[in-house]
Every structure is written in structure tokens, then in C-alpha cells.
């Protein structure tokens, strides 16, 4: 089983140089990760946040063939064309790179608000933003009328083929049922070893109804305390948490792996055992380069893992 280990882009990054920018990708790449990720926010609680787009460009500009993939993107607070317009520029840039997570968000609902989008249709504007955008990548020429966006004669060139992937994130079983509709993954965080395995069969089955057939790219997505002790993570990675999410570590805490980088291969282990492809490490520790070193000995694990499966 082809396994895929993502490392998140520490806030720092952009600080430093063009020569530090590629030595730590290079380190990433080197270290064996196969894609960066990013996150996605337009102004997150106190207005932080940062355009996922924008920055998986630039990325994708400072390695030659390390994969890139926004985990997550906040659709819903933006119209379909211009994001089918971005990822054929992606294409363009960076073919066959790119990997387009996608979420409704919600964990601040002033965020949704303030974009001019009413936080009870995000559901219903992401299906139907991904159904324009399945077409617009294709290459048709769309007219959609929903019951929120309506497009006339819409196309977007170059077409994008292959097409890029869309892995939905999201815990409900509404984001299940737009994965089985939609995508080609889904992308699961804070979530158990049960549950994990429960949502690809209802996935399944849902997708048979919507007559897909899909090599399912399912993942997971943690945030990871890394050091040399299980107290040591703890305290780097329940204080990342809280800084972000302004909640209770203790509310994460029993889906978070965190210690050595045996301990937390150890914890994500079940995961690739049951059927996840990808695994997206969002890796708080003491620096960098404690991140790239005792990451790519979590993903040298979990391959290894992948590849006995096989």
C-alpha cells in the first residue's frame, strides 16, 4: 500500500530566508516526507488566518517535485470559478503536485460571517461549489442553478487532467456522504480508530449510490507533540493547541499522539492498518529541525507498516 506523509509548514517558514526556505524542504523531502501541507483561514478568532492558495504556490516554487496539498480549504466562503481557476493554475505550475483538501469549517462562526456567507448554508454552498468545480475541471462548459450559486456558461481552460484530487475534511456524516459523492478521500481529524474505519464503510456504501468507484486516498490529520519525553510533548503541543483553538487541550487530547517518535508511530499505527493513505503530521516541537528528524522517523515507520500490509 503507497502511503503518503504530509508535514505541515511551520508559522516561522516564511520569515526566513529563500535559502532557508528550500533547505528545509529540501530537509522534508530528503527526510521522507511526500508533500507539505497548509491550512486555510481568511480571520481566524483575532483575525489570523492565511490564504491557502497563495502559499501552496509559493511552495511549490521552492522544490522541484515535493508534493503540496492545502488540509483544509475553507470552500464555502468562496464562489467555485475562481478556485477552479486556481487550481488550473496549480496544474500549471505545479502538474500533478497538487492535492485540494477541502472543509466547511466552522470552529469560528464569526469567520463565516463577516465573509458574507450565512453559517447554515455552508453544507449546501460546498456540494454545490464542488459540483461546478468537478465540472470546470473537466473541462465542460457548466450551467448550474442551485439553491444558493447559480452559474451560466461557465468554462474554465486549460482543463485540468488529471484532475486534482479533493479530499474532504470534516466529522459529520454529511462530510462522509460529500466525500462518497465528491472526492477522492476523506480526511479525518480527532477522530478514533472506530470511527475511522466505520466512516469508509458508510463511505462505500454511499458512493455505490452515487454509482462511483473510487480509489479511496482516506487520511488523517494530527497535531503531534514531539521531544524526547511524553511530559515534554504534552506541555509543546497542549499549548500549540490551546494558543490556536482557544478550547481545553484535554478536550484533543485522547486523539493526539505525543512523545517519541515511536510513541507517536505507534499511536497512528492503527490508522494505516486501516485504510489510511495519507497521514498529515502537524508536528509541535522544540524547532525545525527537531520537527523534519523525528517526523521522518515517524514516516519511515508508518511506510514500513504500509508496505507489510502489502
Known amino acids: 500500500m ?3 506523509v504530509g508535514y505541515d509548514i511551520p508559522n516561522n517558514f516564511w520569515q526566513g530566508s529563500i535559502d532557508e526556505k528550500t533547505q528545509l ?12 501541507f497548509i491550512g486555510d483561514h481568511v ?22 517535485s515535493l508534493g503540496i496539498m492545502i488540509g483544509i480549504y475553507l470552500l ?6 475562481p478556485v477552479a481557476r486556481q487550481l488550473a493554475c496549480m496544474h500549471e505550475i505545479a502538474p500533478g503536485r497538487t492535492i485540494f483538501g477541502i472543509g466547511i469549517g466552522g470552529e469560528d462562526r464569526h469567520e463565516v460571517e463577516i465573509c458574507g456567507v450565512d453559517p447554515s448554508t455552508r453544507g449546501k454552498r460546498t456540494n454545490e461549489s464542488l459540483e461546478i ?37 470534516g466529522r459529520s456524516d454529511a ?16 477522530c478514533s480508530v472506530k470511527r475511522f474505519k466505520e466512516a469508509q464503510h458508510y463511505i462505500d456504501q454511499a458512493a455505490a449510490e452515487y454509482q462511483r468507484q473510487v480509489d479511496w486516498q482516506h487520511g488523517y490529520q494530527p497535531w503531534v507533540g514531539l521531544a524526547d519525553t511524553r511530559e515534554e510533548a ?17 478536550k484533543f487530547e485522547k486523539y493526539t499522539p505525543y512523545g517519541t517518535p515511536d510513541d507517536i508511530a505507534e499511536f497512528l499505527t492503527p490508522y494505516v492498518q486501516n485504510g489510511a493513505k495519507i497521514i498529515n503530521l502537524k508536528i509541535i516541537a522544540s524547532s525545525n ?15 514500513q507498516v504500509a508496505q507489510d500490509l502489502d
Open 76 to 81: 464555502p466562503l468562496r464562489h467555485p470559478l
Open 43 to 64: 480571520a481566524f478568532h483575532d483575525g489570523s488566518g492565511q490564504d491557502g492558495f497563495v502559499k501552496i504556490a509559493a511552495l511549490s516554487q521552492l522544490h522541484p
Open 234 to 250: 504534552r506541555a509543546l503541543v497542549s499549548k500549540g493547541m490551546e494558543d490556536f483553538y482557544k478550547i481545553p487541550f484535554e
Open 175 to 190: 462530510a462522509l456522504k460529500r466525500t462518497a459523492q465528491f472526492g477522492e478521500g476523506w480526511l479525518a481529524t480527532w
Open 25 to 36: 524542504l529540501k530537509a522534508v523531502s530528503d527526510g521522507g516526507f511526500d508533500h507539505v
Open 289 to 303: 529541525e527537531v520537527c523534519v528528524k523525528g517526523g521522518g522517523e515517524v514516516a519511515r515507520k508508518l511506510k
Open 133 to 169: 468545480i468537478r465540472g470546470l475541471m473537466a473541462g465542460d462548459t457548466v450551467d448550474f442553478e442551485g439553491e444558493v450559486i447559480q452559474v451560466k456558461a461557465a468554462k474554465i481552460q486549460p482543463r485540468i487532467d488529471p484532475q486534482t484530487p479533493i479530499i474532504v475534511g
Open 2 to 4: 503507497r502511503l503518503k
